[in-house]
T-cell receptor, first 114, second 114 residues
C-alpha cells in the first residue's frame, strides 16, 4: 500500500520566491494535516482538512502561507513570498476518519530558503 | 505556550537496559495520548497510545504509563535495542468530534549504545 506521498523531498529557493509543497494522502483517508518541524518549536500543526474542507488553520503563521485541498487525493501548501525563517521540514499526514487519533505521516519536504 | 512538554532533549542508554521517556502536559482537556517514533529523513510513525480512562498500555517491549493527576506520561522501552535509536514525540488530543488534531512535544532523541 502506498503511504502518504509528498513532493518535492527537498526544495532550495531564494528569499521572495513562491514555494509550493504537494501531498497525496492515503486513499480513503478523509482527514489531512500539514505540520512544520523546527528545532525551536518541534512539530507544529499548521492546518487540517476534513473531507477537503479546512477545519482549523489557526497554526498557519501568517498570510504568506496558504493551503488548499481541491479533492480527496491532493493538497498543496504554498508560501508566497518565502523567507529564510520558513526553512524547516514540512510534513503532511492523513487519517482515516474524523476523531481518529492515529495519523500517518509522509516523508516530509525539507525546505531551505536562502 | 507549549501544552505538551518533553523537557529532556536527549537520552542515552545501554543496549538491554530500560529506556524511560517522559512527557508532561498542561491542558486538562487532553484525554488521548500517543507516542510517535521518527528516524532521520522519514516521517513520524505511530508507536503506542493510551486513553485517559487507563493508566497503562503495553505492546511488546513498549509500555506507556499515564498519571492524570500529575499530567504526566512516560514511555518505557525494555529491553532497549540499537534499532530503537530515534526521535520520540509525545502527542495529545482532546476528543469532542470536531477536534481531532494532535498537539506534539518537541521530541526526545534516544540513543541506544551497543
Amino acid at each position: 500500500d502506498a503511504g502518504v506521498i509528498q513532493s518535492p523531498r527537498h526544495e532550495v529557493t531564494e528569499m521572495g520566491q513562491e514555494v509550493t509543497l504537494r501531498c497525496k494522502p492515503i486513499s480513503g483517508h478523509n482527514s489531512l494535516f500539514w505540520y512544520r518541524q523546527t528545532m525551536m518549536r518541534g512539530l507544529e500543526l499548521l492546518i487540517y482538512f476534513n473531507n477537503n474542507v479546512p477545519i482549523d488553520d489557526s497554526g498557519m503563521p501568517e498570510d504568506r502561507f496558504s493551503a488548499k485541498m481541491p479533492n480527496a487525493s491532493f493538497s498543496t501548501l504554498k508560501i508566497q513570498p518565502s523567507e529564510p525563517r520558513d526553512s524547516a521540514v514540512y510534513f503532511c499526514a492523513s487519517s482515516l476518519e474524523r476523531g481518529s487519533y492515529e495519523q500517518y505521516f509522509g516523508p516530509g519536504t525539507r525546505l531551505t530558503v536562502t | 505556550d507549549q501544552q505538551v512538554k518533553q523537557n529532556s532533549p536527549s537520552l542515552s542508554v545501554q543496549e538491554g537496559r530500560i529506556s524511560i521517556l517522559n512527557c508532561d502536559y498542561t491542558n486538562s482537556m487532553f484525554d488521548y495520548f500517543l507516542w510517535y517514533k521518527k528516524y532521520p529523513a522519514e516521517g513520524p510513525t505511530f508507536l503506542i497510545s493510551i486513553s485517559s480512562i487507563k493508566d497503562k498500555n503495553e505492546d511488546g517491549r513498549f509500555t506507556v504509563f499515564l498519571n492524570k493527576s500529575a499530567k504526566h506520561l512516560s514511555l518505557h522501552i525494555v529491553p532497549s535495542q540499537p534499532g530503537d535509536s530515534a526521535v520520540y514525540f509525545c502527542a495529545a488530543s482532546a476528543s469532542g468530534g470536531a477536534n481531532s488534531k494532535l498537539t506534539f512535544g518537541k521530541g526526545i532523541t534516544l540513543s541506544v549504545r551497543p
